[in-house]
């Protein structure tokens, strides 16, 4: 088969100007709306997005379709079918792709980051926008209520879509239906279906790995929706696609559109090539081509393509078969070696708890990153990290730092994250010189670190538990925003499984009681940790500090102690030099207690901590039966909202008078 161009259009009806429908094979010298980074590369392929951050790609049908007979009555029935891959994710890949349609195809001022190449985040969401799409979205933003990292929805007017589900597709034999999960971004052709029947208000989409030909059972997703108000007389269709500081090549295959009919199927035998990382699928897909010379040439193309990634993967380090997975970026020992000039004493900005941490800069991408060698783990735990380094470089949550990638020389690990400007939270609570955080400052933090746990336990796929919270892995970025850093130990749990971990790891002054005794790390034992963190912030106190006066040694007896006396304020942090709202210091205080509880039945879930941090829930009465662990006295204690209310927190230093609940 011939790699020319295949472009038809057809005009049904022929009083009318305007075009019902169009076939795509091969997008070779289509006459295409194309708008950012997206092009046609030289097989034919469409590719909306390189692996540019952060990119925005358009790709739209050029003329004007009719969608109605008048801008009042009811949409018209279309059907559009497509094939699409994504490839070469670095990381996790950016925002997924889209197939739109839409009164322009210019979307000014869309944001990069996020919502598609659609909206930006004051856009998303008005009902001006009159935009329809079926987003293929491959990360999870909790912000627009994404499902997961690996979903399709229905998305009126805004990203925050109206219905969605995970990428599956349905195989009918022998009359039992049975359901398949799909990878967006397997680097596989999947086909996809988008049928609208305009007189039943019910639109489909159906997906399907393009190795299985053809529809093989009923729709992913089958919803009532009018389209009707959404709909203009005259639309574009097209699509969209975004990447933001993670990216992915994201390419169309082939397309075909009707209005009133449905879209002719696509022959996959037919569909232009489209590079790949992993290589031995590529050359398979090489010798599906055939044999015009403009395929050989193709195939030569790409041989020499594969090869230079076969060359660039392995880079003279092998790689073994767990590590072809998908997953985070593996950047070869050179390209980290350049990036901090050869771990150069210059670069280094800080000592984990497991190795040295150095600042870098990607040489393709011009990325800071911030490097840290793991040193001298274990062959096995390498392996182990590197196996679930690929779920934990998924995780995506505005309060955690993100996993760029990794590197492997034999027994050294080297972990790449995004670079943090401002350093670790403990930097700024414990040295003298440089003004100090202010209450709101603080509060802010925390309640990001509260929220980046939450996430960690209870709002992803997995239960991840993060094994070393603590002030030194709370990095600030260049809003002052908290974010969790540090995955080098965490580990990930099946939702309700129990968590078996032998050794005992994290940092003395965060470890639960029961963790010397089991040494099985819980999320109880991370909200343990999260407590010494809110008693630190609170106090500007480490959790251990051997030099004070003995009652005062450990942080969480001494708060204890001065809760009971009545003088829980006492341990407020001298260098706010009393500015601060009270109830919320007393609340801070209350709930570190509280997570420090020996107990760890008797400890807070992160949602409960959460929602009290951010008054979603108002603060239970207590008497403070809660904090009272075995061998301590009972006490009696009221919580913040039934002491005396006081309106106006006291700053002696004059300068801000904060009104409590007001602002
Ligand atoms: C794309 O469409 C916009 C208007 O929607 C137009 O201004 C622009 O010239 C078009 N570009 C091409 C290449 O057709
Ligand atoms: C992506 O496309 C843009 C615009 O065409 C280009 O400047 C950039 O170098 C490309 N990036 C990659 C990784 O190919
Ligand atoms: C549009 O007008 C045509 C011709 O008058 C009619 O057959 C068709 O049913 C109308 N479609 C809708 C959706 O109103
Ligand atoms: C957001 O998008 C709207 C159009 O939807 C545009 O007018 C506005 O300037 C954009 N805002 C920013 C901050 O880019
Ligand atoms: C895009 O959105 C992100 C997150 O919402 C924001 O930080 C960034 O400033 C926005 N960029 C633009 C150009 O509006
Ligand atoms: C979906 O859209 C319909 C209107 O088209 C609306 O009534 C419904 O509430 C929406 N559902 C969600 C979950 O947004
Ligand atoms: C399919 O995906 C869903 C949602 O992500 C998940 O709950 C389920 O366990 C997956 N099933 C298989 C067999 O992988
Ligand atoms: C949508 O799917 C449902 C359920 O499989 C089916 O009954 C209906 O005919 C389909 N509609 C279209 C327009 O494909
Ligand atoms: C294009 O698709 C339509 C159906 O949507 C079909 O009738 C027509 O024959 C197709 N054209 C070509 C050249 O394949």
Known sequence: MLLQTVVLFLAITLSSSYDTGFNYSSFHGANLNLTGVS?????????????????????????????KNSSKGNAFSFSTAFVFAITRPIVSPGSGFAFVISPSTQFEGA???????????????????????VEFDTTQNIDVGDIDGNHVGIDLNSVRSNVSASAAYYLTEDHKITKHNLSLKSEDPIQVWIEYDGTEKLLNITLSPIRIPGRTGPPLISSRVDLSPILQKYMYVGFSASTGIVASYQYILGWSFMINGRAQNLDSSDLPWYPRSKSI?????VSKIGISLSSIILAIAAISVILYLVWKRTDGEIAEDWELANGPHRFSYKEIFMATKGFHEEELIGFG????????????????????????ESEERVREFVAEISSIGKLQHRNLVRLIGW????????????????????????????????????????????SALLYLHEQWEQVVIHRDVKAS????????????????????YEHGSNSQTTRVVGTIGYLAPEMSLTGKATTETDVFAYGAVLLEVASGRRPISPQRLQKQVILVDWVWECFKNGKLLDVADPRLEGCFEIEEMTMVLWLGLWCSHPVPDARPSMRQVYQYLNRDVPFPEISATKLAAPGMENFHYLAPHASSHTELSICSAGTEILLSGGR
């Not at 980051?113 to 009902?127: A, E, H, I, K």
């Not at 699928?281 to 897909?285: E, T």
């Open 111 to 133: 944001n990069s980051t996020q919502y598609l190449g659609l909206f930006n985040l004051t856009g998303n969401g008005d009902p001006e926008n009159q935009v329809f799409a």
């Open 39 to 67: 092009e046609v590369i030289p097989s034919g392929a469409l590719q909306l997005t390189n692996n540019s951050q952060p990119v925005i790609g358009h790709a739209f049908y050029p003329n004007l379709l009719q969608f």
């Open 407 to 450: 590197c492997k020389q034999k027994t050294k690990l080297i972990i790449i994250y995004e670079y943090m400007p401002h350093g670790s939270l403990d930097k700024y609570l414990f040295h003298e010189d440089g003004p100090p955080l202010s209450w709101k400052q603080r509060h802010k933090i925390l309640k990001g670190v509260a």
């Open 281 to 285: 699928k590529g050359l398979s897909m």
């Open 353 to 376: 708890g497991f190795g040295k941490v150095y600042k870098g800069v990607m040489r393709d991408s011009g990325l800071q990153v911030a490097v840290k060698q793991v040193a001298h």
């Open 473 to 492: 892995n709370v990095l600030l970025d260049a809003e002052m925003n908290a974010r969790l850093g540090d995955f080098g130990l965490a580990r990930l």
